[in-house]
């Protein structure tokens, strides 16, 4: 059909053609090229951990719109101020 949408064969994601079968792990490297990692290694000291706490959430857009809020509302009230000059 001449009038027929092919947009829909790009839907999902598909690897490209490129890269394929390049998904080696740095283990399976090193067995490949003959050196073979430490088997056993120590974990890190546990370290205590405080309980917990709720972070709170940060909006740093905030002071920008409160100053936005006061600068019209001091424009407005100037021209009402104005108009009640004006036409009174």
């Keep these: 059909m ?3 949408s092919r947009h829909g064969k790009r839907r999902y994601y598909q690897p490209s053609k490129k890269h394929h079968g390049q ?3 740095a283990a399976a490297q090193s067995v490949a090229a003959g050196t073979v990692p430490p088997a056993a290694t120590t974990p890190p000291p546990a370290r205590a951990t405080a309980p917990a706490q709720a972070k709170a959430p940060q ?5 920008r719109e409160l100053r936005n809020i006061g600068i019209l509302t001091a424009i407005m009230l100037v021209l009402l101020i104005v108009l009640a000059r004006i036409l009174a």
Excluded: R
């Excluded at 909006?59 to 002071?63: A, L, V």
């Design 23 to 25: 998904h080696h792990t």
């Design 2 to 4: 001449p009038g027929k």
């Design 59 to 63: 909006y740093p857009y905030i002071t």
